[in-house]
């Protein structure tokens, strides 16, 4: 088992930044490939970005690339989520996922283990 919690959300104006927090406990988080999804009410939850477990191979969503960067520090068994020129459509439930099989990283069904989730909210 694996436990996940996020933290750092918040209100943002628009072009503002915020880095999002998702703590692991548990199993070797050294273990897992790291990942950063987000829902709105109403729709499928939505792949962010993930990260392999020793943080050499990242890959993002067309929507975020060059705006977001994934990272994760072993050491403190925690993945961050650094959220640069926030948009209006970037407000969201996000929520962070791992996974000790890494097969499509953008699939939500990919993942075991999921946080309980942070609000971000950007105003225009």
């Known amino acids: 088992q694996v436990q996940l919690v996020e933290s750092g959300g918040g209100l943002v104006q628009a072009g503002g930044s915020l880095r999002l927090s998702c703590a692991a406990s548990?199993?070797?988080?050294?273990?897992?490939?790291m990942a950063w999804f987000r829902q709105v009410p109403g729709k499928e939850r939505e792949f962010v970005a993930a990260?392999?477990?020793?943080?050499?191979?990242?890959n993002y969503a067309d929507s975020v690339k060059g705006r977001f960067t994934i990272s994760r520090d072993n050491a403190k068994n925690t993945v961050y989520l650094q959220m640069n020129s926030l948009k209006p459509e970037d407000t969201a439930v996000y929520y962070c996922?791992?996974?000790?099989?890494?097969?499509?990283?953008?699939?939500?069904?990919?993942?075991?283990?999921w946080g309980q989730g942070t609000q971000v909210t950007v105003s225009s």
């Open positions: 548990g199993r070797p988080f050294s273990n897992y490939d």
């Open positions: 996922a791992a996974t000790p099989f890494p097969n499509d990283h953008a699939n939500a069904r990919s993942y075991d283990y």
């Open positions: 990260i392999s477990w020793n943080g050499a191979l990242t």
